[in-house]
Every structure is written in structure tokens, then in C-alpha cells.
T-cell receptor, first 112, second 115 residues
Framework: GDSVTQMEGPVTLSEEAFLTINCTYT??????LFWYVQYPGEGLQLLLK?????DKGSNKGFEATYRKETTSFHLEKGSVQVSDSAVYFC???????????FGKGTRLHILP | DTGVSQDPRHKITKRGQNVTFRCDPI?????LYWYRQTLGQGPEFLTY????????KSRLLSDRFSAERPKGSFSTLEIQRTEQGDSAMYLC?????????????FGPGTRLTVL
């Protein structure tokens, strides 16, 4: 079945470092891809999305490009901040019903 | 606040008891989803409503689980004869049905602890 695999955490970086969180997927058809973020004590929020191959989703300095040839959707940010500390989930929807399939999440710690 | 709300936020119960959670979606969102998230895992899909019709149920949703959405507004998720393995965060999300890909808006979740 459809699935998402993302790099395990926790990931610890210093402020202003470059961030990459790897994500690959398995799906039939043409899924839409997402990154969700869960800040401490808060609910899940959509961070960015891409709905077709070669699309780039971006928000709050984060970017991810839908790579069909490598079935990947890696999350990147050029300069992280302490406020980016959170759990990040890569996810996909493959059907019209928009049911989301999530990865296991990657916890990110940013040190000042 | 017009976001998705869930009640209660926390529930502690003894094994074998029944529990019921409520979700109020964003007004006019006709799709409603339930997910379950256990510690260290991503959320897993449980079930989905389009208006009042329950259109899909995951195999994770055993016969002890039942969900309803009367009148296509709020939804309830009931767990009968709770087991310790039911301890998790139960998330509700809603979305409109306006296009090919519709953003789901998540509530804060109900954390269930079964003793």
C-alpha cells in the first residue's frame, strides 16, 4: 500500500544551520505531497504542499520539491531558528477522498 | 475561534470502560476525518465522513470503535470496552470539498489514557 518514509530523529542543529529532512514515498498514481508541523503543545499544521511532479512548495523559509523520478519530497531550510523546533511529518494523499498517510515524524531541536 | 475543536482534551479511564469523544469541525466543512496518533508515530487514518455518510473505515477501527456524524455537523467517536492499547491521541480534522486537493485542518486532539 501507499507509504511514507522519513529520516528518523531527533535532529539537533545550531541556529542558522542548514536543514534537510529526507522523505521518500511509495504510492500508486499521482499523489499530492505535504509537510505538516507540530509545535510543542499545539495541533498539526500544514507547512507546505505540492500537488504534481516538479512543483515546489514553500512557506516560512522552508521548501520541498516533488521529485517523481526519485519519489522524494525532502524538506529544506537555509537558516533555521530556535522557533523551528518542532516535529515535522511528511505525508501524502493518493485518492480523491484526501485521506492523509503520514510518515513517523522527525523531531527537530534547534540550539541557540 | 473558528477552528476545529475537540472535547475532552484529556481522558483517563480504566480498562473495560466506554469513552466518547466529540469533534466540532469548521463550519461548512463537509468532510471530517478521525486519526489516531501513538507516541513516536505519525497519525494513522481511522475513518472519514462526507456530510453525514461514513465513507471509509480503516482496518484499525475494530468493532469496539464506532463513529457517527449526525446531520453532517459534529462527530463522535466511541470506544467500547477500552484496552490499554487504545491509549493514544485521537485527532479530528475537517476540510471543504472544493477542488482536487483540499487542506485538512486539525483539532488539538483528545489524549486518551487507559489504565
Amino acid at each position: 500500500g501507499d507509504s511514507v518514509t522519513q529520516m528518523e530523529g531527533p535532529v539537533t542543529l545550531s541556529e542558522e544551520a542548514f536543514l534537510t529532512i529526507n522523505c521518500t514515498y511509495t504510492a500508486t498514481g499521482y499523489p499530492s505531497l505535504f509537510w505538516y508541523v507540530q509545535y510543542p503543545g499545539e495541533g498539526l499544521q500544514l507547512l507546505l504542499k505540492a500537488t504534481k511532479a516538479d512543483d515546489k512548495g514553500s512557506n516560512k523559509g522552508f521548501e520541498a520539491t516533488y521529485r517523481k523520478e526519485t519519489t522524494s519530497f525532502h524538506l529544506e531550510k537555509g537558516s533555521v531558528q530556535v522557533s523551528d523546533s518542532a516535529v515535522y511529518f511528511c505525508a501524502l494523499t493518493a485518492n480523491r477522498d484526501d485521506k492523509i498517510i503520514f510518515g513517523k515524524g522527525t523531531r527537530l531541536h534547534i540550539l541557540p | 475561534d473558528t477552528g476545529v475543536s475537540q472535547d475532552p482534551r484529556h481522558k483517563i479511564t480504566k480498562r473495560g470502560q466506554n469513552v466518547t469523544f466529540r469533534c466540532d469541525p469548521i463550519s461548512e466543512h463537509n468532510r471530517l476525518y478521525w486519526y489516531r496518533q501513538t507516541l513516536g508515530q505519525g497519525p494513522e487514518f481511522l475513518t472519514y465522513f462526507q456530510n453525514e455518510a461514513q465513507l471509509e473505515k480503516s482496518r484499525l477501527l475494530s468493532d469496539r470503535f464506532s463513529a457517527e456524524r449526525p446531520k453532517g455537523s459534529f462527530s463522535t467517536l466511541e470506544i467500547q470496552r477500552t484496552e490499554q492499547g487504545d491509549s493514544a491521541m485521537y485527532l479530528c480534522a475537517s476540510s471543504p470539498d472544493r477542488g482536487r486537493v483540499n487542506e485538512q485542518f486539525f483539532g488539538p486532539g483528545t489524549r486518551l489514557t487507559v489504565l
